[in-house]
């Protein structure tokens, strides 16, 4: 069975400052991954995602994610942090099953 | 382009009373996806239509909840009747691609059972 891990409930970061946040995943052969963003009282809102191809992805807003096969990893970063992305980000893989599996979420909190 | 359209967008109850949400996805989107959303975890897939035929329903508790799509285009989530342990957000998602896709979420409905 699939499953993802986000080991984090909260992130805080200063606005400006690098941020990152976790994700490991375990999967049946080749893994897609996705990361999402839930603002409060909306639904989820796709950020990037991995199929194949470069481990470095890039995506909305200044996000990128980088894909590690050996430590099945898929850590969200930005260079840069802004108030308004504080926010609830949510880390999935999809197999064969085609079903995606969501972590339980990082609430990420950017102080001013 | 409209995105996926969800009503309403609160609904309160009594338990045992019946409950139906709708959902519109995105036009053109045959893959659609019924989540429940408790607070603090993320979203667990309930059922997931490719145009008009459940795939996967394994997770739907079929003794009290049904879905449907009609013509493969909208589609409507019931509960009858509902518990107090229902409450949670229910979230309708479409994509144009099965699996490796990404979704695009409605805002969800927030049921709470009295």
Redesign the interface.
């Known amino acids: 069975a699939q499953s993802?891990a986000q080991p984090e409930d909260q992130v805080n970061v200063a606005e400006g400052n690098p941020l990152t946040v976790k994700c490991t995943y375990s999967v049946s052969g080749n893994p897609?991954l996705?990361w999402?963003v839930q603002y409060p009282?909306?639904?989820?809102?796709?950020l990037l995602?991995y199929?194949t191809g470069d481990n470095l992805v890039k995506g909305s807003y200044g996000f990128e994610a980088e894909f590690n096969k050996s430590q099945t990893s898929f850590h969200l970063k930005k260079p840069s942090a802004l108030v308004s992305d504080s926010a609830l980000y949510?880390c999935?893989v999809?197999g064969g099953?085609?079903?995606?599996t969501?972590?339980?979420?990082t609430s990420l909190i950017v102080h001013p | 382009e409209a995105g996926?359209v969800q009503s309403p967008r609160y609904k309160i109850i009594e338990k045992k009373q019946p409950v139906a949400f709708w959902c519109n996805p995105i036009s053109g989107h045959n893959t659609l996806y019924w989540y429940l959303q408790n607070l603090?975890?993320?979203?667990?897939?309930l059922i997931?239509y490719e145009n008009e035929e459940a795939v996967?329903d394994s997770q739907l508790p079929k003794d009290r909840f049904s879905a449907e799509r009609l013509k493969g285009v909208d589609s409507t989530l019931k509960i009858q009747p509902a518990e107090l342990g229902d409450s949670a957000v229910y979230?309708c998602?479409s994509s144009s691609t099965?699996?490796?896709?990404?979704?695009?979420?409605?805002?969800?409905t927030r049921l709470t059972v009295l």
């Open positions: 993802v897609y996705f999402y009282n909306r639904g989820l809102q796709f995602k199929i949510f999935a999809g099953s085609y079903i995606p969501f972590g339980r979420g | 996926v603090g975890q993320g979203p667990e897939l997931r996967d979230l998602a099965s699996g490796r896709g990404e979704q695009f979420f409605g805002p969800g």
